[in-house]
C-alpha cells in the first residue's frame, strides 16, 4: 500500500504561464491558473505538471559535471524529427543531438530546464 499519490510535478521557472503554455503546445492539456506565481497544466489523464515563480531563479547547467539537472521529463514521441521542429519552434533550445541513430535528443525549456524528446 502507498503511503501518497503524486500530485503534481512542479518546475520553478521565472514565467509561470509563459512556460505552461510552452508545455500546454508540447504535451496538451488545459491551463489552469493556481494563484498570482503558480499556474497548473492538467493532461485528459488528470496528471498536472506545475509551475512556480521562482524570483532570482538559476536554470540547470546540463550536463555540468559540477552542477546538478535536477530532474528532466522524458516525453514521448511518435515522430522525433517532427517533434523536434516542433519544439524548436515553440522556442525549446537543442541540447544534445546525439548521433544520426540515436532515438532521444536533449532540449532546454525557454525556462532552462532540460527535457528529452524520446522515439516511440
Excluded at 508545455?23 to 509551475?51: H, K, M, N, Q
Excluded at 532570482?56 to 521542429?85: K, R
Aim: charged share 20%; aromatic share 8%; with cysteine.
Amino acid at each position: 500500500m502507498s503511503i501518497a499519490k503524486l500530485g503534481a510535478v512542479v518546475l520553478d521557472c521565472p514565467d509561470p504561464r509563459a512556460l505552461a503554455e510552452f508545455y500546454a503546445a508540447v504535451l496538451g492539456g488545459r491551463i489552469e491558473p493556481g494563484g498570482e506565481d503558480w499556474v497548473d497544466l492538467v493532461s485528459d489523464g488528470g496528471t498536472t505538471l506545475a509551475f512556480q515563480e521562482a524570483p532570482g531563479f538559476v536554470p540547470p547547467n546540463w550536463p555540468e559535471p559540477d552542477g546538478s539537472q535536477q530532474f528532466h521529463l522524458d516525453l514521448t514521441v511518435e515522430d522525433l524529427n517532427a517533434a523536434h521542429e516542433k519544439v524548436l519552434t515553440l522556442g525549446a533550445t537543442l541540447l544534445d543531438e546525439g548521433e544520426p541513430d540515436r532515438t532521444w535528443r536533449v532540449f532546454n525549456d525557454p525556462a532552462g530546464h532540460p527535457f528529452c524528446l524520446c522515439a516511440s
